[in-house]
Every structure is written in C-alpha cells, then in structure tokens.
C-alpha cells in the first residue's frame, strides 16, 4: 500500500520509514524542506517519493498523490519554543487536513500523548486538541497516546543521560515523583505499524506504555546502575518552576522554552488506560532497563537513526534558517585559511572534517570554544551540550554543537555550517577541498554578517581569537590521524 508519512525527518519518522519500507510499503514523505533530507541513503530508495508542504504556512506546495492509503501526522512541537505553539499546532492540524480532504486516504494514525488527568499541561492540551480536529475530519482517525519514549536519541532519554552522567548528586525539584509509564521506542513503532489499516481500531484512541510504572526518580537512578554509576538524589519540596527549568536549561541539552515546557508536562502524572490494543497486535513490551540497554547498544556501534536535538524545534522554530545555505559576499567580515595538502591524504581530512564537534571537539583551544559554549548559554542560547548524532556521519539539517548543517557533501568534501549561538548578527563556517590545481588545498572559511554596531564591535572583539583558533584548527584539520 502507499503510505503518506508527515514529519518524515522527524524523530520518530526516521525510525518508521524503514519499517514501512521492510514491510513493502510505498512512502510519500513530507517534508517542510527538501534540503534537510540527506543525500543519497535510505532517501533514495525506488519506494520513496517526496513531497514539500508546510503546514505552519500552507500555499498549497506540491500535489499529493491520488493513490494513498493512509497517512501518519507525526507533526509535534514544532513550535515549543513559541508563545502561541497551541495556536500553531492547530494551524498545522487543520492545514494537514485541507492537504489530504477528498484524496481518498482511508485512515489517519495520529501519534499523541496520554492525557488522562483532568489538569493538562499546554504542551498536553494542545495534543489533545489536535486529535479532537483530525476527528472531524471525515478520514478515520487512529490515536495512539505515549508517555515517555525511550530509545537512543530521544529527548527523554537524552534529558536523563545528561542528568545522570553530569551529576553526582542532584537537587531536584518534587515532581521527580511523578509516575509516568514509558515505553521504548521500538514498542511505538510496533504500535504504529500494527494498526495501519485495521478498522477495529478505525475512530479510537488507545494508551500506549511498557510494563513499568516508575517515578522520574526511579528512571533516573536506575538508567545510573544500567550505567555502573552512583547517584545521590535529593528532593526539596519547594522548586518553583522557573528554578526547575534553569536548573534542566543548564544542565542538559534543551533550550528553556523547551525546558519550560518540559516542566509543565513533567508535574503531570501520565499512566496508561486499560485497552485490547496490545493483545489484538500482539505486542509485548520491553521494561525501561531493557529500552535503556537497547539504547546504549545503538550509541556504541554508532547506529542512532534519529536524535530530538536535529529537529529545528532544538534550537528555533524559524525554517527560514534552511534558506542560509547561500553564504552572503557583501557586508561581510571573513577569515579565510587556505592550506595545500597531499594528494593521499584528500580523503582523511575529509574524515577529519566529517568528525569535527561533539566528543572529537574542534581540533584546537578547545577549552575557548567550551567557554563560548557557557556563555552562549548564560544568554539563552543552545550552548555546545547538543553534540552530534554520529560521531562519523553528518547530514544536512543535523545539529553540531551550537552549529546548523546547511550543506553536507562528502563526494565533494563540502561542508558548510550555520551558527545558531545568540549573535548579533549572522555566521558561517564552511570547510571545503579545492581540487583544481595540482595539489588539492582544504579553504576554512568563517564569514560573518554583522548587525549594526554592536555587530562590529562583536567581530573586532573576538578577531584577536580568531587568528590563533582559526590557524590552529586548520592545521590540526591536516594533520590529526585518528589512531582508534
């Protein structure tokens, strides 16, 4: 059957479109922008078609297919960082709806979260909220509502990781005793998959959730002995949520607005209603120990498929950043290093530059580039705790540090980041392998676009580091061999 998949660059939209494709399903993915899908791989599959619309400002985009069967809205937060994200959810819902009325598609499987208390949280409500729209949409809705997902790369567990390998002893607010049931993410791409098309379950919501029903304490310390680690948690009975969102803003990898939300949504307690579902797909779900195992399995042979922190909702909800694939050649300070290297060593540096940032660093003054790291966080930035999803591979729209993947192309030895640090102003930093002469030379180049006085003062400030940091990275760049 022909599937239309919605956030298909998103988190869980990685993980289930080459599920879909084992399964022999055709895929219609859509996307906001073609430029964040990856060059070659998965995406080139002969059962893979694309299709660009954006559901926050819907002019229509490309015509869908006639032929669908069934789609997934897979659409979340993308606009947690924004006041008015209900608002937007909505929009997005109700667009999504106009793309697919009178297509012919026969079931909608919408991925939301359990919302079974009375006081909802906004990020929860507006959940909530866009199930109840694509109800009245006259396509068949199938609501599957998870707790926390567990698995490599998810915001959950990236906010736990964080906590538990930064922090020996925590302070922590009281809603770290909440319940919450959580489950792993393979489990919801079972869920996912299973109801596709089956009409039992065709105008239904169901709860989705593993066997445990623990505290946000007890996932902590025990994802501490999943890791032979040690951990004293202490918990004060009075941490306003303000204090609680600093104290996640700065200790793990989310933006505040994110970790306000987060707080908002973490008071609430989220276990699972009673239902058939798991009977009827003969589902049997894995223990959070076991998700977490699983998860650490995928991170140490490098095969994390999808990370929270590429998603745009990471850093801004402004896609207008993907249009800074063009780096602007006037009104513009530059430094430019230029270096020749031997023909045989063309291909290592190309490595060298695929594993710049996150656990490699940035080849020279690493220290420097850890304290702007701290200050871009002290003035409500993303700081550097973002990392990279693969420590080998990096493809267009991922996250690198405080950095934005515009252009990945390793054939041509191209890469081209955008900052997305608090600046006044805009940069660049772009790495590329000359070939047109005899010996090939790799061109560092920073560019920065400033705003206003405070732009300039801001370059002419930091020009001194400049020299040192940006010599030393070239060179490093060149002549790092990686003895692992």
């Known amino acids: 059957m022909k599937i239309l998949l919605t956030g298909a660059n998103g988190y869980i939209g990685k993980r289930l479109l080459p599920v879909l494709l084992e399964k022999g399903h055709e895929?219609?993915?859509?996307?906001?922008?073609?430029?964040?899908?990856?060059?070659?791989?998965?995406?080139?599959?002969?059962?893979?078609?694309?299709i660009e619309v954006d559901f926050l400002n819907y002019n229509q985009g490309d015509p869908l297919p006639s032929d669908i069967d069934a789609a997934y809205y897979l659409i979340h937060s993308m606009s947690a960082g924004d006041k008015d994200f209900e608002k937007l959810e909505e929009l997005a819902a109700i667009?999504?709806?106009?793309?697919?009325?009178?297509?012919?598609?026969?079931?909608?499987?919408?991925?939301?979260?359990?919302?079974?208390?009375?006081?909802?949280?906004?990020?929860?409500?507006?959940?909530?909220?866009?199930?109840?729209?694509?109800?009245?949409?006259?396509?068949?809705?199938?609501?599957?509502?998870?707790?926390?997902?567990?698995?490599?790369?998810?915001?959950?567990?990236?906010?736990?990781?964080?906590?538990?390998?930064?922090?020996?002893?925590?302070?922590?607010?009281?809603?770290l005793n909440t319940r919450h049931q959580p489950i792993a993410i393979r489990d919801v791409i079972k869920y996912l998959t299973g109801v596709l098309l089956r009409e039992e379950t065709y105008n239904k919501s169901y709860d989705i959730g593993g066997p445990?029903?623990?505290?946000?304490?007890?996932?902590?310390?025990?994802?501490?002995?999943?890791?032979?680690?040690?951990?004293?948690?202490?918990?004060?009975?009075?941490?306003?949520p303000r204090l609680s969102s600093y104290w996640l803003y700065f200790v793990t990898s989310t933006s505040y607005e994110l970790a306000v939300n987060l707080v908002n949504s973490m008071k609430i307690e989220?276990?699972?209603?009673?239902?058939?579902?798991?009977?009827?797909?003969?589902?049997?779900?894995?223990?959070?120990?076991?998700?977490?195992?699983y998860a650490f399995e995928k991170i140490e042979?490098?095969?994390?498929?999808?990370?929270?922190?590429?998603?745009?909702?990471?850093?801004?909800?402004?896609?207008?950043?993907?249009?800074?694939?063009?780096?602007?050649?006037?009104?513009?300070?530059?430094?430019?290093?230029?270096?020749?290297?031997?023909?045989?060593?063309?291909?290592?540096?190309?490595?060298?530059?695929?594993?710049?940032?996150?656990?490699?660093?940035?080849?020279?003054?690493?220290?420097?580039?850890?304290?702007?790291?701290?200050?871009?966080?002290?003035?409500?930035?993303?700081?550097?705790?973002?990392?990279?999803?693969?420590?080998?591979?990096?493809?267009?729209?991922?996250?690198?540090?405080?950095?934005?993947?515009?252009?990945?192309?390793?054939?041509?030895?191209?890469?081209?980041?955008?900052?997305?640090?608090?600046l006044p102003g805009e940069a660049w930093l772009e790495f590329r392998i000359d070939q047109s002469s005899e010996n090939p030379a790799v061109i560092q180049t920073a560019t920065f676009r400033p705003r206003g006085i405070f732009g300039r003062l801001y370059w002419y400030s930091v020009l001194p580091f400049h020299y040192f940091i940006f010599n030393g990275m070239i060179s490093r760049i060149i002549s790092y061999r990686d003895e692992s």
């Not at 009375?118 to 959940?127: D, Q």
């Not at 007890?218 to 951990?231: D, N």
């Not at 009977?279 to 894995?286: A, C, N, Q, R, S």
């Open 301 to 422: 042979q490098n095969m994390v498929i999808s990370s929270w922190k590429d998603a745009l909702v990471s850093s801004t909800n402004d896609t207008s950043i993907l249009n800074h694939i063009n780096v602007p050649k006037f009104g513009c300070f530059t430094d430019r290093k230029e270096r020749n290297i031997p023909k045989e060593r063309r291909d290592a540096v190309v490595e060298n530059i695929w594993s710049i940032g996150g656990e490699r660093g940035w080849y020279y003054a690493d220290m420097l580039w850890r304290v702007r790291g701290f200050m871009d966080k002290i003035v409500g930035g993303v700081g550097l705790r973002r990392g990279r999803t693969n420590p080998k591979t990096i493809n267009t729209g991922d996250t690198l540090d405080f950095w934005r993947v515009m252009v990945a192309n390793k054939s041509e030895g191209r890469l081209l980041l955008y900052a997305e640090m608090k």
């Open 27 to 50: 895929v219609v993915c859509c996307v906001r922008n073609r430029l964040r899908l990856p060059q070659g791989g998965i995406y080139s599959h002969p059962g893979i078609s694309i």
């Open 95 to 175: 667009n999504f709806l106009k793309l697919v009325s009178g297509s012919g598609i026969k079931q909608i499987v919408y991925l939301s979260g359990i919302v079974n208390e009375e006081k909802l949280s906004k990020h929860l409500s507006s959940r909530k909220r866009v199930e109840e729209i694509l109800l009245k949409g006259g396509i068949p809705v199938t609501t599957l509502r998870a707790g926390i997902i567990v698995g490599s790369g998810s915001a959950s567990f990236e906010i736990i990781r964080d906590l538990v390998e930064k922090l020996p002893v925590m302070i922590t607010p009281k809603w």
């Open 212 to 240: 445990d029903i623990l505290t946000y304490r007890e996932m902590l310390l025990i994802f501490a002995r999943e890791r032979g680690l040690r951990r004293l948690i202490l918990t004060v009975p009075v941490m306003t």
């Open 270 to 293: 989220v276990i699972c209603r009673d239902s058939d579902l798991q009977k009827m797909l003969d589902v049997e779900p894995i223990s959070y120990r076991t998700a977490v195992e």
